[in-house]
């Protein structure tokens, strides 16, 4: 059964940081890409970061700098090193997986979805 569950979200201020994790079954970590999507209250959802399959990884440009996404392939575990966290930031955040792109992009079509985890930035 495929499953993604999200930890770690929570309230920080303004230039703080958070760190997120999305555990995957193994079948889902090892056949698709994975990615980190966030949507605001009134907002569209929007594609954070994702690695891809040709080992380059795309960032938004809203948190280019200042999130990562570091993977533990012995725990099937994707993550999202949030710093210098803004207002605008705040959102539910979701992990996702679905075929990858292979162009740079990530995930081309997220398939399966996680709960998601809110974070909520105070300024």
């Known amino acids: 059964q495929v499953q993604l569950v999200e930890s770690g979200g929570g309230s920080v201020e303004s230039g703080g940081s958070l760190r997120l994790s999305c555990a995957a079954d193994e079948y889902t970590y090892s056949t698709f890409c994975m990615a980190w999507f966030r949507q605001a209250p009134g907002k569209e959802r929007e594609k954070v970061a994702s690695?891809?399959?040709?080992?380059?990884?795309f960032y938004s440009d809203t948190v280019k700098g200042r999130f990562t996404i570091p993977q533990d392939d012995d725990k099937n575990t994707l993550y999202l090193h949030m710093n210098n966290l803004k207002p605008e930031d705040t959102a539910m955040y979701y992990c996702?997986?679905?075929?990858?792109?292979?162009?740079?992009?990530?995930?081309?079509?997220?398939?399966?979805w996680g709960q998601g985890t809110q974070v909520t930035v105070s300024s």
């Open positions: 690695p891809d399959s040709n080992l380059s990884t």
């Open positions: 996702a997986a679905g075929a990858c792109a292979g162009d740079g992009d990530g995930v081309l079509a997220a398939e399966t």
